[in-house]
């Protein structure tokens, strides 16, 4: 009985409001007693004993309502620009439940002959008066504390999102000179230009494309579905030239969803990531499929053929994808690993207005 008690009580109640009942019930107790039995509480041990059993289970009681109450009134007011409206919704319901608890405590009391407590305005008076100025402060205080925690919160977050997009950044700076990406490529394109010189100059156009997008990331937020697939057709196109048969990336893109929104080189990170944790032969080719689906996302999934020894890279890794999807949506990359299927679904956002070129 005790545990499920304590267990509810660290479960529902703060550190701040258990402190609060901690230090307030063992001077409320005895003055609200002396006040509605008077003196023989202190001077009778079955008054003392019963008068603070009955208090201490009405205070309770009241308690465990208000605070469901207050919960109820900040969920419906959440924001930091509510505080007004948070703060007089706090008061009525509050002023509202202290007075019809300060009602029921002295009917209780009124009701056990041995207190000889009165059921009067005269009685009543005194104790709402105390209990409705306690409610203004307590509102005032709670609602402004409510406020700087949201507003330090919102901060936080705040803080944590431009350290996402400075990651971010940081990560496409990283591809865009990043050694290993050139060399591969100018090696393809050298190999090109003695077998192929048509080829060669597709090539070249290709790679300025992704090179171009690439620059332009860093200064956006979010982009088209249209404009991101339009950089993995052609990053697509460089990968398809290096890996040759050992390699197929398909797409299939509803039009319908090709104004959403999402992170700028998000489907990059997902491709490389695919590359960087699977193997990959012209008798094994590793299949990348991108799609829409009818819910409004994006769903990328490969054949899973793991490598034994994951070979570190400097794109942006799936874990920062998330971290910053959820900063700037709240929602979440969901994915989904199957003995045979490595499958990401990366959510489209509402329809922005994007400087495109």
């Not at 419906?76 to 319901?93: G, H, N, W």
């Not at 300060?102 to 005269?122: C, G, N, R």
């Not at 620059?215 to 697509?236: C, H, K, P, W």
Request: with cysteine; charged share 15%; hydrophobic share 45%.
């Amino acid at each position: 009985m005790v545990r499920t008690i304590y267990q509810y009580l660290t479960k529902n109640v703060s550190k701040w409001e258990l402190g609060y009942h901690a230090l307030f019930v063992p001077v409320l107790i005895p003055l609200c007693n002396y006040y509605l039995i008077g003196p023989p509480y202190f001077s009778s041990p079955g008054l003392l004993i019963g008068g603070s059993a009955l208090l201490l289970m009405l205070y309770f009681l009241s308690t465990f309502i208000i605070s469901k109450a207050v919960r109820w009134a900040i969920s419906y007011y959440p924001d930091v620009e509510q505080s007004t409206q948070r703060t007089l919704t706090l008061l009525v319901v509050l002023s509202s439940l202290s007075s019809a608890a300060v009602l029921l405590d002295v009917f209780v009391y009124s009701l056990i002959p041995a207190f000889k407590t009165e059921f009067t305005w005269t009685v009543i008076r005194p104790i709402l008066i105390l209990t409705l100025l306690f409610d203004f402060t307590f509102c005032t205080v709670l609602s402004l504390s409510y406020a700087y925690q949201q507003w330090h919160k919102d901060q936080t977050a705040s803080e944590r999102l431009r350290q996402a997009a400075y990651q971010n950044q940081l990560d496409a700076l990283k591809m865009q000179i990043n050694p290993h990406f050139l060399f591969n490529s100018l090696t393809s394109l050298s190999s090109l230009i003695s077998e192929n010189k048509q080829k060669a100059g597709k090539f070249v156009d290709e790679l300025s494309k992704v090179y171009r997008y690439l620059l332009q990331a860093n200064d956006r937020e979010l982009v088209s579905l249209r404009t991101e697939m339009n950089f993995i057709a052609s990053y697509g196109n460089l990968l398809q030239t290096r890996y040759g048969p050992s390699l197929f990336i398909t797409h299939s893109i509803d039009p319908a969803y090709s104004e959403r929104m999402l992170i700028p080189l998000s489907l990059q990170t997902l491709v490389d990531n695919a590359i960087k944790h699977n193997v990959m032969s012209p008798g094994k080719p590793l299949l990348i499929s991108i799609k829409t689906t009818s819910q409004g996302a994006v769903l990328v999934q490969n054949n899973l053929q793991r490598k034994v020894v994951k070979v570190e890279t400097l794109q942006a890794s799936l874990s920062t994808l998330r971290a910053k999807y959820q900063l700037i949506s709240n929602v979440d990359v969901l994915v989904e690993e199957t003995d045979e299927y490595f499958t990401v679904l990366l959510p489209l956002l509402a329809n922005q207005t994007v400087s495109e070129s």
